[in-house]
């Protein structure tokens, strides 16, 4: 089993659309959870932080599920520019263990 | 870019020569990463850094040298490049193991 394991995609959605990727971990030992966007030719840029609780930013939600071991990423009324290769990222533990998904493809369709 | 600055950006070098890409921070962050990606790929982790003097291997070191003689700057050395080393390059940085990475917007090297 892959450490972090992502659906490459593509999801092809309209505009206003709603769309929900999930990125399953294997080491239940991982401390720390993150979304990246990643464009074409670009480099990865954070997009939030995973909280236990689950979290909120603008459009955007990320849950975690530490019993499942899965994080997700919510993403409401979808814009074109949200067109991007969207990475989860886990913080393993102190052996400074950063594992990044392969990414899912998202492209928004007028 | 979060204070990560990569050079060169781009640049195309012949089999066998030799080049250092330079990654500089002026963020103070202990941990620094060098990934290669390849078109249509995931990030691999060739060396990293957990503070300055100290290095380590990555995922796929081989044909890769790196140094951090400076906490500031993480070089990475490629000794005789060859064609699979065609790639973009980030280098990203961490202020410590529980915080996000942050990268450089990368350097882009062909090798004919």
């Known amino acids: 089993r892959k450490e972090v394991e992502q659906d490459p995609g593509p999801f092809n959605v309209p505009e206003g659309a709603t769309v929900a990727f999930n990125c399953t971990y294997s080491n239940s030992a991982s401390q720390s959870f993150f979304w990246y966007r990643q464009d074409c030719r670009k480099e990865p840029k954070l997009l939030m932080s995973?909280?236990?609780s689950g979290n909120e930013d603008g459009r955007f939600t990320a849950q975690l599920n530490r019993a499942s071991q899965y994080i997700s990423l919510l993403i409401r009324d979808s814009k074109l520019s949200d067109s991007a290769t969207y990475l989860c990222?886990?913080?393993?533990?102190?052996?400074?263990?950063?594992?990044f998904g392969t990414g899912t493809k998202l492209q928004v369709i007028p | 870019n979060a204070g990560v600055t990569q050079t060169p950006k781009f640049r195309v070098l012949k089999t066998g020569q030799s080049m250092t890409l330079l990654c500089a921070q002026d963020m103070n962050h202990e941990y620094m990463y060098w990934y290669r990606q390849d078109p249509g790929m995931g990030l691999r982790l060739i060396h990293y850094s957990v503070g300055e003097g100290t290095t380590a291997k990555g995922e796929v070191p081989d044909g890769y040298n790196v140094s951090r003689l400076k906490k500031q700057n993480f070089l990475l050395g490629l000794e005789s490049a060859a064609p699979s080393q065609t790639s973009v390059y980030f280098c990203?940085?961490?202020?410590?193991?529980?915080?996000?990475?942050?990268f450089g917007d990368g350097t882009r090297l062909s090798i004919l």
């Open positions: 990203a940085i961490q202020l410590d193991s529980n915080q996000p990475q942050h």
């Open positions: 990222v886990v913080n393993g533990d102190s052996n400074q263990k950063v594992t």
């Open positions: 995973v909280y236990s």
